[in-house]
């Protein structure tokens, strides 16, 4: 490859040497660390999980109970904290709320020591525990609520649930949500995980590090997907109307929100896992008027589209399971990164171990050796009519 060439989205260039997540797109791969995401989903938990991308293994049983002991140690915010997020106006969006609060506890813990072993594991526990106590809190406070205080007698997942709704939840309830976690920890290098990196390479704090990807996720190329889901099976309204939906959307090339991914070219290993996930979940909660819509969706999809690849992913069941758990859906993006905060941090761990700082180059397509124009003799034309 010539140096000098430009790869817009630097694709398919890679960023990084990594041995943290895998992905085959062709065969509907996930892996962490090398253990396939199915077993993962069904045999572990999030917090496990967590463990295993940030240390590179899974923990012994005392490893783990020490590490989801200090997590439940450190879940509760600073007053001043929450005092800074309540002036936050009600109406902006949870993902700004979050990226504010995230950088404020680089304020609180300022003491850097990118070196020591203890400074790293209190990061990576502070921020494991307290991200999802501000998403949370920042819910109940734009509600005029004060904020739940963490419930400690509950796990990772029930304790959110618990905060976001002042309820215990069903056991079942919080093992999906622990699954739905799980889900979303890793996956390979993407725009927010390339962010976290790129802001870890200059050595500044973990928060920073955070604060940064949380920022960058907030797009809507990014997260986001499943709330568009939503909306798009409300639009649909009925499995009678679902084939001349698909149909028009084809003929008109909208994409069709849930579907298609960069990498995947069949369906996507957590769309499978998150709709038997959901399926559960309406078995004992009661069946969603709109699943039924969204089955016959993936039919004709797969029946109109499935010759180019195009299968669900992720981003197409987690709408409807976070709903059932009575999320609202401009919730769904910080919820990613409740979860997707691991895969920053184990990145930002192996950044740290063989750091250069990203200094790419650019392909300068300016001007050269231009006049200086005094300003009494500038037109409007020169500023190509800005
Ligand atoms: N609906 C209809 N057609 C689609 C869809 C879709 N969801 N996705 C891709 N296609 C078609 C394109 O129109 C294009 O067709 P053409 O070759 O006839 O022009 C072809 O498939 C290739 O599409 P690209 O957009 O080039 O594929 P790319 O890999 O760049 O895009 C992306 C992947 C962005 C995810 C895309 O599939 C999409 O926009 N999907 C809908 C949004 C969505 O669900 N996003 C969540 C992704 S998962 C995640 O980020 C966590």
């Given at each position: 490859m010539n140096v000098c060439e430009y790869i817009p989205g630097l694709?398919?260039?890679?960023?990084a040497r990594s041995s943290i997540s895998y992905v085959d797109g062709q065969e509907g791969i996930l892996e962490y660390r090398g253990i396939r995401i199915e077993e993962l989903a069904e045999k572990g938990s999030f917090l496990e999980t967590a463990y295993l991308l940030i240390w590179g293994e899974l923990p012994t049983k005392s490893e783990l109970e020490i590490f989801e002991m200090d997590i439940r140690y450190h879940r509760r915010i600073k007053y001043r904290i929450r005092d800074m997020m309540k002036c936050?106006?009600?109406?902006?969006h949870p993902m700004d709320a979050l990226q504010t609060s995230a950088a404020a506890l680089g304020l609180f813990?300022?003491?850097?020591?990118?070196?020591?072993p203890d400074y790293i594991r209190k990061a990576v526990v502070r921020l494991l525990a307290k991200i999802p106590t501000m998403v949370a809190a920042s819910h109940q406070m734009r509600r005029g609520n004060d904020p739940i205080q963490p419930n400690d007698n509950l796990d990772y997942a029930a304790n959110f649930l618990y905060m976001m709704t002042e309820r215990k939840p069903d056991p079942l309830e919080a093992r999906i949500f622990d699954v739905c976690l799980t889900l979303h920890a890793e996956h390979t290098m993407n725009a927010s995980t390339f962010s976290a990196m790129v802001t870890a390479s200059t050595l500044t704090d973990p928060y920073a590090v955070v604060a940064s990807a949380v920022g960058t996720l907030a797009g809507p190329l990014h997260g986001g997907a499943n709330e568009e889901v939503l909306r798009m099976l409300e639009e649909i309204g009925s499995v009678e109307n679902v084939r001349p939906y698909i149909e028009n959307c084809i003929v008109n090339k909208h994409k069709i929100m849930g579907f298609g991914h960069r990498v995947y070219k069949v369906k996507d290993p957590r769309a499978n896992i998150l709709q038997s996930l959901a399926e559960q979940l309406f078995e004992k909660t009661g069946h969603d008027e709109y699943y039924a819509i969204a089955l016959e969706v993936e039919k004709v999809v797969e029946e109109k589209l499935g010759h180019k690849g195009i299968y669900a992913n992720v981003d197409f069941y987690s709408g409807l399971v976070y709903r059932k758990l009575?999320?609202?859906?401009?919730l769904f993006t910080p919820l990613f990164a409740i979860a997707r905060v691991a895969g920053w941090l184990a990145h930002w761990k192996e950044q740290l171990a063989v750091n250069r700082i990203f200094r790419p180059t650019q392909v300068y397509i300016g001007e050269h050796n231009m006049p200086y124009i005094p300003i009494e003799k500038r037109a409007m034309s020169q500023r190509n009519g800005h």
């Open positions: 694709e398919n260039i890679p960023a936050f106006p009600e109406t902006g813990y300022a003491r850097r020591a990118l070196d020591n009575g999320i609202p859906s401009d």
